[in-house]
């Protein structure tokens, strides 16, 4: 048994996706066991996104980094920088921006493997690349160098927590050990 974060973000919000997207996960069997609307301050945005989290940066530096590539543009040029670890942090910047921009909505959804399967039914961080039927395929076509030239997180409606680890970190961040409930949904039963 998992638990795992999600965040409707601002984009899904002002979209008036919340019970839509929310739906996707109830229907394939995962248990809400905490949710809310949040407007994220500073404080929060920058420990969910932490500064000190080198690895993921210099991984969203080089998705920055092999995006240009395939479009045979100068990284150096149109950012000032190809460096992994720089660009990682620029896209930081805008992370930072784009949570704490309006509303957003935050749930723990608990069940068997929920991390991946939450990450499934999510998609690709680049919309344009996740599949039909997923959340992020089905409700947007934003790219990183959409993003990147318009200075801008890409916009694709949902954080989910990227592995059991990640997910520990970050839902303490969200939700009081009191927030979270505990119940038996009817599936339960079913599938013993
Ligand atoms: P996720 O776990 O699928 O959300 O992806 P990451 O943890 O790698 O990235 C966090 C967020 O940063 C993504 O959801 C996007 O909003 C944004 N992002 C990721 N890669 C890029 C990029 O290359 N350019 C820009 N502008 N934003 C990006
Ligand atoms: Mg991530």
Redesign the pocket.
Known sequence: MEQTLVVLKPDAILRGLTGELLGRFERAGLKLVAAKMVQVDKGLAEKHYPADREE?LK??GH??LD?YKELKKDTKAEMGTDDPLKLGHM?RG??LD?ISSGPVFAAVLEGPHAVELVRKI?GH?LPFKADPGTIRGDYSFDS?HL??TGK?????LI??S?NLEEAKYEIPLWFSKEEIAKYERSEEKAMK
């Open positions: 993921w991984l969203l998705k920055t995006n896209v805008w992370l784009y999510t961080t990183s993003a990147n801008r997180a890409i916009k694709n954080h989910a990227g």
